[in-house]
């Protein structure tokens, strides 16, 4: 049987955890693949990512810092990630052209949905930040029928302007963090704030008992934002661990044609990291 070679290209790349994730499917499908993490240099990454596929690699996963790289460097974009501006999957088609998409909506939607339970559909959802990995959640965020959309930012024309470029595709807006004062049903917060420890300037009068609150941040204990949240009576949080997992999925049922169980391996990274 052919193993066929697949990996992650970031810098720095050491602390990924999608060698073990794509592993974990791969050992639960039976597909025969090998998947490593590669660093590539910071003014490389397209030697990189051209080394690989012409030594024969299947595809990759790009991570930071190279996703709006890897967009620029993809012949063709799918829909989502033509909206995202950024590409985190590349896989070359039957012509040889080098295909970029973007499944981080995707595992977003797919984790709220199907791993929690969460209404998307009719619900007033905000979201905090308006950087890259807002702008690559949006168009699946959209399409899953929310209410209202809110996208709140430190600097409040950043938050307007990324709404406008996606007002044709749902009902969204932006504006400031000093702006919040009505409460969501769902808030996520797209900040990396969490990494630091801190929060954005959110008043607490955004949240009620029932809304739910989602990190797209996630480490081995409860985030700032998701304390922040708990500490003001939301009895809901999560973090971005299943995303991780769920975009890791997409990214391997577009390569190999099966989408694997998840909850095995969200467990399995749960328990042991």
């Not at 029928?145 to 409040?156: D, K």
């Not at 996520?188 to 954005?200: E, V």
């Not at 922040?228 to 390569?255: C, N, P, Y």
Request: aromatic letters at 6%; glycine letters at 12%.
């Amino acid at each position: 049987m052919t193993t066929d070679h697949y990996a992650v290209v970031g810098h720095p790349i050491g602390h990924s955890q999608s060698p073990r994730i794509h592993g974990l499917f791969a050992e639960q499908t039976g597909e025969a693949i090998q998947y490593v993490a590669i660093e590539a240099p910071l003014d490389d990454f397209a030697g990189t990512v051209r080394d690989f596929f012409d030594r024969g690699g299947r595809g990759l996963n790009v991570t930071v810092p190279f996703k709006e790289a890897a967009w620029r460097l993809a012949d063709e974009h799918t829909d989502r990630a033509e909206a995202a501006g950024a590409v985190n999957t590349l896989y070359r088609n039957e012509r040889g052209r080098l295909v970029g998409d973007n499944t981080d909506g995707e595992g977003l939607v797919r984790d709220l949905t199907c791993n929690e339970d969460t209404e998307i559909s009719g619900q007033r959802v905000l979201i905090l930040g308006a950087g890259g990995a807002v702008r690559g959640v949006l168009l699946p965020l959209l399409q899953a029928g929310p209410a209202e959309i809110m996208i709140a930012n430190r600097t409040a024309e950043k938050a307007t302007g990324l709404a406008h470029q996606f007002s044709d595709l749902g009902p969204v807006s932006g504006g400031g963090y000093d702006t919040l004062h009505e409460e969501f049903d769902l808030i996520i917060n797209g900040t990396s704030a969490s990494l630091a420890g801190d929060l954005p300037p959110v008043s607490p009068d955004v949240l009620t008992e029932t809304t739910v609150t989602y990190d797209m941040m996630y480490g081995p204990d409860r985030t700032a934002f998701s304390r922040w949240a708990l500490d003001h009576g939301v009895k809901r949080t999560m973090d971005g661990l299943g995303m991780l997992v769920e975009q890791a999925a997409e990214s391997f049922r577009i390569w190999r044609g099966v989408r694997p169980d998840t909850a095995p391996v969200i467990a399995a990274l749960r328990n042991h990291r």
